[in-house]
Nanobody, 123 residues
Framework: QVHLVESGGGLVQAGGSLTLSCAASGLTFSTYAMAWFRQAPGKEHEFVAGVTRGGINQYYGDSVKGRFTISRENTKNTVYLQMNSLKPEDPAVYSC????????????????WGQGTQVTISS
């Protein structure tokens, strides 16, 4: 059974930084593209960042480019999201996802999802 477990969410001041982690089990991690999505109340899932299977290529949503960095450690079955310069519009539940396709930016392209971790920004 596949499990994706996020951690690292919490309360941080605007302008601050936070690093999220997602630990995967039950799948051959290195054969899956990984991504982070976020969902704020009343809104749809928004693509935040994605990384290809080997970690060579990363893609970002326009709203986080230059501030967030996605990375992965295939030896640890873990994907990370380093978030810097956090803004008042960044609060959401952040979820990691694993997809068999090379890389996608829509939720439908991902096969497995974690439960999510809440990120809250204080101004």
């Amino acid at each position: 059974q596949v499990h994706l477990v996020e951690s690292g969410g919490g309360l941080v001041q605007a302008g601050g930084s936070l690093t999220l982690s997602c630990a995967a089990s039950g799948l051959t991690f290195s054969t899956y593209a990984m991504a982070w999505f976020r969902q704020a109340p009343g809104k749809e899932h928004e693509f935040v960042a994605g990384v290809t299977r080997g970690g060579i290529n990363q893609y970002y949503g326009d709203s986080v480019k230059g501030r967030f960095t996605i990375s992965r450690e295939n030896t640890k079955n873990t994907v990370y999201l380093q978030m810097n310069s956090l803004k008042p519009e960044d609060p959401a539940v952040y979820s990691c996802a694993a997809g068999r396709a090379p890389l996608g930016t829509t939720p439908a392209q991902y096969n497995y999802w974690g439960q999510g971790t809440q990120v809250t920004i204080s101004s």
